[in-house]
């Protein structure tokens, strides 16, 4: 059954800073915006400050949707979920600050806490949490842990020498410019990469390929209706308001003789 708090029970911290990996989901504020689901592992990179304070570290990725709905509206949701033991998801929800990387808030986060600087390491998100949530999780099927994959600090590890070697095209700020500057809806993202785009003349990625989203998702945003719904009831109240009159002026004295 599910149970909801205030903030993260006691109770509740261990098996969280015991778990492998988790999830991270936002969304911009437009109705036709991309709703985003992340996945994040290693229990090195991500912690339990207080009862009311997650974060998680932040590598960099091809994409940087968190980032951009973060700086735009601050909505997140943080889940886990176990594969091994009893069966519980619980979710934080919460709201989300971005430490970028070359930041003083950002170096005052890394030293206080003894995270590990990677060559890749482009933020850390704090997440202030107003209220957190547990449920069953009893169709989560049991996995069995094997290893956390090396891939990706292996890559910026080569980055990393191929960059202290002089070859400036292998630097993060570029490749943030390039690929992290800005959302699948155009929404800005990290403020380094922008800046290094417009300082170098780095053209972004194209990210939206193919048609738009659909216009329905509109449907229930904002005002409540679509135009064309409001237009409608407009019509209606009008044909609806003409027949009122034409019965109180002609039929209702008929009918009262």
């Not at 206080?112 to 202030?128: A, E, P, Q, T, Y």
């Not at 449907?219 to 407009?234: D, E, N, S």
Request: proline residues 6%.
């Amino acid at each position: 059954m599910g149970v909801f708090y205030e903030a993260i029970p006691d109770s509740m911290i261990p098996w969280i800073r015991a778990q492998k990996m988790f999830w991270v989901s936002t969304a911009p504020l437009s109705a036709q915006g991309h709703v985003n689901v992340s996945p994040k592992g290693d229990d090195k990179y991500f912690g339990v400050l207080d009862n009311r304070t997650f974060w998680y570290a932040d590598l960099t990725g091809s994409g940087n949707e968190t980032i951009s709905h973060l700086y735009e509206n601050g909505r997140i949701t943080v889940m886990f979920h176990a594969f091994e033991g009893p069966p519980r998801i619980v979710r934080l929800y919460g709201t989300g600050s971005v430490l970028e990387s070359g930041t003083a808030e950002f170096d005052a986060f890394v030293a206080d806490n003894k995270i590990d600087k990677l060559f890749g390491l482009r933020s850390i998100i704090r997440v202030d949490i107003h209220q957190a949530g547990s449920s069953c999780g009893f169709s989560v099927p049991f996995y069995e842990f094997k290893e956390f994959r090396p891939t990706l600090n292996e890559h910026f590890e080569r980055k990393a020498a191929k960059f202290k070697a002089g070859n400036e095209k292998e630097s993060m700020p570029r490749y943030w410019a390039f690929k992290n500057a800005w959302s699948v809806d155009n929404i800005p993202g990290m403020k380094v990469g922008l800046k290094t785009g417009s300082e170098e003349g780095i053209a972004p990625m194209k990210k939206m390929v193919g048609q738009p989203p659909p216009k329905s998702y509109q449907g229930v945003a904002g005002r409540g209706f679509t135009f064309f719904q409001l237009i409608f009831a407009m019509l209606f109240s009008a044909s609806l308001s003409a027949v009122l009159i034409l019965f109180a002026e002609e039929l209702l004295p008929k009918l009262l003789l």
